[in-house]
């Protein structure tokens, strides 16, 4: 347990040094997000505000994300994703840390734009609850991205494939458009993707007069997490067989 | 008292689908022993490494390291153990240090055993010069030593190293086979596979010959010669045409020579009489002998001989380069 611990904070920390400053981490995780916060806020600053909860999910999925690419494709294309294997700590240990590095960027990220939303915008967040909620999601984003990089090789064939569940989960989770505004079907559907449960936890945390219990979102969130982890280490397992 | 065993191999089989990796392979390595897994390409020298380090699990059979089964304790035994993969993988962004700073904590060293081991091995290998250059920046050969010297950073038991010297240049390789050496003067049990000949030759103990998945000997390279070579051979050059000594030769030993030039033959047989008679013969002939050479078998001659393959085959390197 020791080790594995040890083994976890090790790659998180290499991760971090080694991977966030690569361009397609850049350019998915930061460009991308940050672009179409500001693309909404100047088409229409008034109503801004009640963008904000669902443009704070999607930094935290994109970030995710576009970590998850990096940490997990560039290890395997190169080969260095064996030599984490072959230390003496288990192989869910190097997973966590792999998916703990997309959630440290996407921490990093998520926090930037929800700062400068709250000082530069007026935008009001409940902290506590802010966090509540993101931690959960980027956890799920993180594990969902370390599931669908693994099953290919190449940085850009990692992107390419996430963008599909991305922008699938942008345009059906709440993020532009309201739920409860979409046909019945499209809102049964939503309730089956982790976005649309980060878009509702961060509006109750930016207003508590909206959205749902913000312990019931993390909790399916969580869920979540567990739901992707689990296959993410089998395939991992299998790959080196 | 038997010698304690560090690496066993219990029947170990490995599969991918119709495929046959690894076909029932068994073998012991002693404490201390520097054991050579030699073979073609796709002989399955690899799949064996990647069974005996945990990194991939048998179709069938067991591994042991020290004995510890490596199926069920594979944490343990990856704690004793350094790997030096076929391909040099540290970390192109990390510096050579970051990157032996990196393998020492993740394998548990403690920070000021393991700032001490870094730049030990930075001089061991010759690399303190290149200590702050990231990893990507360094040549093929320096890239080879530092990986070797990451498998080391935790003081291992036992070292397997796949292909340690491929593709190097004849000065690196040689500087490689030294380090390793050393390693094994040290005590150090070593597991190497090669498809270099000679490599096996200098640096193995024992050596296992491997084609199509199954071991097909194992022996001393001096037993293996000896097993592969039962004639004795002899070159010599004579003052004269060394043509008309053919047929005598022939005669007198029962193998005809072999012409290597006008005035230089070779001459194998099994009798031990091998010497005087080609004496007798040039005597007749009215010659002289003016150098005379008894010619080794070479560990190239045994391998042909136990596997009746080419030695082309293990002269290309992986991926046809």
Known sequence: MRDDLRGIWCIIEKDMKTYYSKPPAVSWGIVFPVTWVLAFYLRNPVDFEGLVPGLLAMTALFSTTAAEAVVINFELRLGSLERLLLAPISMMAILLGKILGGTVFGLFMSSAVAVICALFLNIHMDWASFFSILLPALLAFSAMGSLLCLMVREVFEAQTLLNLPRFVMVFLSGVIYPLEAMPRALQFVAHLLPLTYAVKGFRGASDPNQGAPIALQAMVLMAFFLLFLFPAAKLLSKKFE | MATPTAIKASGLVKRYGDLVAVDSISFDVEKGESFGFLGPNGAGKTTTIRMLTGLSKPTAGKAELLGLDVGSNATRTKGFTGVVP????????????????????????????????????????????????????????????????AALIHNPKIL?????????????????????????????????TTHYLEEADILCDHIAIIVKGRIVAIERPEKLKEMAIKEQAVEFTVSGDASTLVEPLAALTGFKPIIVNSSTLRCSGTTNRLLPHICRAVQDAGAEIVSVNTIRPTLEEAFVRITGLSPTVMATEKGGK
């Open chain 2, 160 to 192: 397997f190293l796949d292909e340690p010297t491929v593709g190097l240049d004849v000065m690196a390789a040689r500087s490689l086979r030294k380090v390793i050496k050393e390693l094994h003067d040290q005590g150090m049990t070593i597991f190497l």
């Open chain 2, 86 to 149: 076929e391909v040099s993988n540290l970390y192109d962004e990390l510096t050579a240090l970051e990157n032996l700073l990196f393998m020492g904590k993740l394998y548990g060293v403690a920070s000021t055993e393991r700032h001490r081991r870094a730049e030990a091995l930075l001089e061991l290998f010759r690399l303190q010069e290149k200590r702050d250059r990231p990893f990507r920046t360094l040549s093929r050969g320096m890239k080879r030593a530092l990986t070797i010297a």
